[in-house]
């Protein structure tokens, strides 16, 4: 008997918790009752890591605090990267939302979007560290993550940099596959 036969998953016990638990919204505290619980459930001798239980409940409609990273809904996984031309929207995209909320004055807003395309850099980076992931693939992530990069120290000034960088994209590695928006 495997060990995913003895105790449920992980997942599906974070479901569980939170249908019982009728949480309307995560913060410390239900953080760690979440943590409890999971460790309990599944009879796990060492606890789950906050940043996997974070990224189970980041799949679901509940409010994370900003405290503990979260983001609101609408900006959960906007931020992607699995090619040259996602990357360039979903950041364009990002620097859309981060130009109107400085227009609006809504900095908690703007700190969301920087916030949200920080994560899509980490995610992006700790996809880089897979042992597995093939040399091209490798050097087009790379290429990514240095507009991750651009993007982090100055948004507003992103699609045009991106623009420019990918003119002579065989000077800077993406391969000639990236038209601009």
């Known amino acids: 008997m495997t060990a995913s036969a003895k105790s449920p998953s992980i997942r599906s016990t974070v479901t ?12 410390e505290e239900q953080l760690s009752a979440l943590e409890i619980f999971v460790r309990r459930e ?4 060492k606890p789950v890591s906050r940043s996997y239980l974070l990224d189970i409940l980041s799949h679901t409609q509940i409010p994370v605090a900003r405290s503990l990273g979260g983001l609101p809904v609408d900006l959960r996984h906007r931020v992607k990267f699995a090619d040259a031309e996602q990357a360039a929207r979903s950041l364009a995209d990002m620097q859309g ?3 109107k909320a400085k227009a609006s004055g809504d900095g908690q807003r703007a700190a969301d979007c920087r916030r949200a395309v920080r994560q899509g850099k980490e995610r992006l980076q700790r996809l880089q560290n ?9 050097a087009e992530k790379q290429e990514i993550l240095q507009w991750f990069l651009v993007w ?21 590695g993406s391969g000639g596959r990236l038209e601009p928006e």
């Open 16 to 27: 569980r918790w939170i249908e019982e638990s009728a949480v309307t919204a995560i913060d």
């Open 42 to 45: 599944t009879k796990r001798a």
């Open 97 to 99: 939302e981060y130009e």
């Open 130 to 138: 897979r042992a597995n992931l093939p040399d091209t693939k490798r």
């Open 152 to 172: 982090l120290e100055s948004p507003s000034l992103f699609r045009d940099w991106l623009t420019v960088r990918t003119r002579q994209p065989e000077e800077y």
